[in-house]
């Protein structure tokens, strides 16, 4: 597609329950970024693929939280028995390599709710 | 510790007037600064950069930033303001992490109203 998607665009779950947020990167992009948004706050850094690899997951906040890009492309973040302080919007971006461009291109973000 | 501060929550310009949104980060080297606007509905969009060179750098939708090493400060101007430019804008900083690379750091970002 032309830009970064991530679906669902808003999910509504329970706490304790299991969470799958999905992305998919422009294409050709190697790199791949998640960040978490809270309200009134600016995006914080979760974790970075280079390709199928995690090369930095220093930004998740605890062990329920993983995410996997098993090919390379689309990447998905898991939350386990998930908590009313994980609600935040999660924002998926690329870029096209790990250079020092830092240009990266955002998705609009799956808005989490956890009632 | 990388840290970036946008002193401003929230800021109201008329339409037409000039914007000036303040930015300062912390960082233990020659940083790689960032602006970043994200509109209602869309995803955040790169305005401008700098990464070396002239400290004015021109960015898309007439904005620009300063990038003042002694203050520890890169803010964004634009002379005139368009009620199109209404969103909320985040100042960030490219930080190295254990992968190499330029980890984004964020402020809490500055949301702009504009009034007619």
């Known amino acids: 597609g032309a830009g970064v998607s991530q679906t669902p665009s808003n999910k509504v779950t329970e706490k304790g329950k299991y969470v799958e947020l999905r992305c998919d990167p422009i294409?050709?992009?190697?790199?791949l970024y998640w960040y978490r948004q809270s309200l009134g706050q600016g995006p914080e850094f979760l974790i970075y693929?280079?390709?199928?690899?995690?090369?930095?997951d220093s930004g998740l906040p605890n062990d329920r939280f993983f995410a996997v890009r098993p090919e390379g492309s689309v990447s998905t973040l898991k939350i386990q028995r998930t908590e009313r302080g994980d609600s935040a919007v999660y924002l998926c971006?690329?870029?096209?390599?790990?250079?020092?461009?830092?240009?990266?291109?955002f998705g609009e973000g799956s808005r989490l709710t956890v009632l | 510790a990388q840290s970036v501060t946008q002193p401003d929550i929230h800021i109201t310009v008329s339409e037409g007037a000039s914007l000036e949104l303040r930015c300062n980060y912390s960082?233990?080297?020659?940083?790689?600064l960032f602006w970043y606007v994200q509109s209602p509905g869309q995803g955040l969009q790169l305005l401008l950069k700098?990464?070396?060179?002239?400290?004015l750098v021109q960015g898309i939708k007439g904005f620009e930033a300063e990038f003042k090493r002694s203050q520890s400060s890169f803010n964004l101007r634009k002379p005139s303001v368009h009620w199109s430019d209404a969103a909320e804008y985040f100042c960030?900083?490219?930080?190295?992490?254990?992968?190499?690379?330029?980890?984004?750091?964020f402020g809490a970002g500055t949301r702009l109203a504009v009034h007619p």
């Open positions: 960030a900083v490219g930080a190295r992490g254990s992968g190499g690379y330029n980890k984004l750091i």
């Open positions: 693929f280079q390709g199928t690899g995690a090369a930095d």
């Open positions: 294409s050709g992009h190697t790199a």
């Open positions: 700098y990464f070396s060179g002239d400290t």
């Open positions: 971006a690329s870029s096209l390599q790990a250079t020092n461009t830092g240009e990266l291109f």
């Open positions: 960082y233990g080297a020659t940083p790689y």
